[in-house]
C-alpha cells in the first residue's frame, strides 16, 4: 500500500462520504445513522484539517476536525473525526492520517484535540493512544444507537508546541 496524504476537496466528497457510510455500517463508529449532504458536513468543519488518504488514486480514508464550541476561550480545541475504508483497515492508513491531522491541527492553533470513542471500538482507541491521546473518562450511556445506549470514551491530546507558554 502507497499511501499519500492530501487535502479533501469538495470533488472527494463521494468518497468520503461512502467510507463514512461504511463507518456508519459498523455500529461502532458514530451516533450517526446517516451520512449528510457536502453542504452540512462542510459547515460543521474547520476549513483547514480536512485530509484525505489515497492508495494510488483511490480514497481509502480522511480525517478532519470540527470546533467544540464557540466560545472564544475554546478557539484552540478540536474534535477529530477519523475513518478509513473497510478494505484498508489495518495497513497504517489510520495513523498516517492522524499524524497528518495533528501536524496541521498545531500548524493552525489548535492546543487541544479530543475524540469520542465507543469503548468496543478498541482499534480507534489504541491508535488514537498510540498517537499521544490520554483517556480522561467515559460518559456512561451518553446516547442510544439503534435502541442501545452507549457509553463513550473520551481522549484528548494536548500540544506540546501550541499554547504552551
Not at 38 to 49: G, I
Not at 72 to 98: D, F, K
Not at 119 to 141: A, D, I, M, Q
Amino acid at each position: 500500500m502507497n499511501i499519500f496524504i492530501d487535502n479533501l476537496q469538495k470533488a472527494d466528497w463521494v468518497s468520503v462520504r461512502a467510507i463514512y457510510l461504511e463507518g456508519i455500517a459498523t455500529g461502532d463508529a458514530t451516533f450517526e445513522t446517516e451520512a449528510p449532504e457536502w453542504e452540512t458536513w462542510d459547515r460543521s468543519h474547520f476549513v483547514f484539517a480536512r485530509l484525505i488518504a489515497r492508495d494510488n488514486l483511490a480514497i481509502v480514508g480522511w480525517a478532519a476536525l470540527s470546533r467544540t464550541s464557540n466560545r472564544p476561550v475554546y478557539a484552540g480545541v478540536a474534535e477529530v473525526s477519523i475513518y478509513v475504508s473497510a478494505a484498508a483497515r489495518g495497513r497504517g492508513v489510520g495513523r498516517a492520517l492522524l499524524a497528518a491531522l495533528i501536524e496541521e491541527a498545531e500548524r493552525n492553533g489548535i492546543w487541544t484535540l479530543q475524540a469520542g470513542i465507543f469503548p468496543e471500538n478498541t482499534t480507534s482507541l489504541s491508535l488514537h493512544k498510540s498517537c499521544g491521546f490520554r483517556e480522561v473518562g467515559v460518559r456512561e450511556r451518553l446516547g442510544s444507537l439503534r435502541g442501545i445506549w452507549r457509553d463513550v470514551v473520551l481522549l484528548e491530546r494536548r500540544s506540546h508546541c501550541v499554547g504552551v507558554k
